[in-house]
């Protein structure tokens, strides 16, 4: 784990209450895709969030911070980084990281823990591994899905990836998947045994996909969530 100081080059919001925030570190920073780092906001005070970016993209740093009202922990850091300019990130944190073994891959994403699994998802279309990966993200509303377009475009482009959105609160004009993410994974998978399961979002769901999963099979060694380091 290194600290880097960032610039900030640009905080944009992706949906009402998610910003995009691109750093510009001081020099090109080395982490796994699904590693996360840490905004240094006191000498005890480190804050953790998922790089959305991945690792061979290492010029900058993506983040996606939700930062709905009432959240101070996430908001305190955007406001730091729009009166500073710049952010000391600790970067390289987590076990969590892509680590293919040749099973098809299953990434589950709720709200902005998608920006860990994009970072996986990109890393491993970029390396040019042909082990079928899928993407379930999970929002309470279709506009939170805030890249769905983009991600079936990937969909289309890469024959071994497949895109699954599913939303909580379905309007009339929404035809996707509906409900909870992880039981959409599960409506698609009787047997978990022979797959690489990436997890994240509130330690609530993690702890739901671990229990019901490996009750289906999953072998604990093909399971990954930072939650599972709290959980």
């Not at 991945?54 to 406001?79: C, K, M, Q, S, T």
């Not at 000391?88 to 998608?114: D, K, M």
């Not at 970029?126 to 309470?140: A, C, M, V």
């Not at 702890?207 to 099979?217: A, S």
């Amino acid at each position: 784990m290194s600290h880097v100081i960032c610039k900030v080059a640009s905080i944009t919001p992706l949906t009402e209450v998610v910003k995009k925030v691109e750093l510009t570190p001081q020099s090109p920073v080395s982490f796994k895709a699904g590693q996360y780092a840490m905004a240094i906001m006191g000498e005890k005070d480190m804050r953790p969030f998922s790089i959305a970016n991945a690792a061979y993209d290492n010029n900058r740093i993506e983040l996606h911070i939700g930062a709905e009202a009432g959240n101070r922990y996430a908001g305190e850091v955007l406001e730091r980084m729009q009166a500073d300019g710049e952010i000391t990130l600790s970067i390289g944190n987590g076990n969590a990281f892509l680590q293919s073994n040749g099973l098809p891959i299953v990434l589950i994403a709720g709200g902005t823990g998608f920006s860990y699994a994009y970072s996986i998802l990109q890393e491993h279309l970029h390396s040019k591994d042909t082990t079928p990966i899928t993407l379930y993200w999970g929002g309470r509303h279709a506009q939170d899905l805030y890249l769905t377009d983009k991600l079936a475009a990937l969909a289309e482009a890469n024959p071994h990836f497949t895109f699954v959105p599913v939303v909580e609160f379905a309007e009339d004009d929404w035809t996707g998947r509906t409900g909870w993410v992880h039981h959409a994974v599960m409506a698609d998978h009787a047997n978990f045994e022979n797959v690489q399961v990436y997890v994240a979002g509130r330690f609530e769901m993690a702890k739901v996909v671990r229990d019901d999963f490996t009750q289906r099979g999953l072998k604990t060694e093909n399971l990954f969530g930072d939650a599972f380091a709290f959980i």
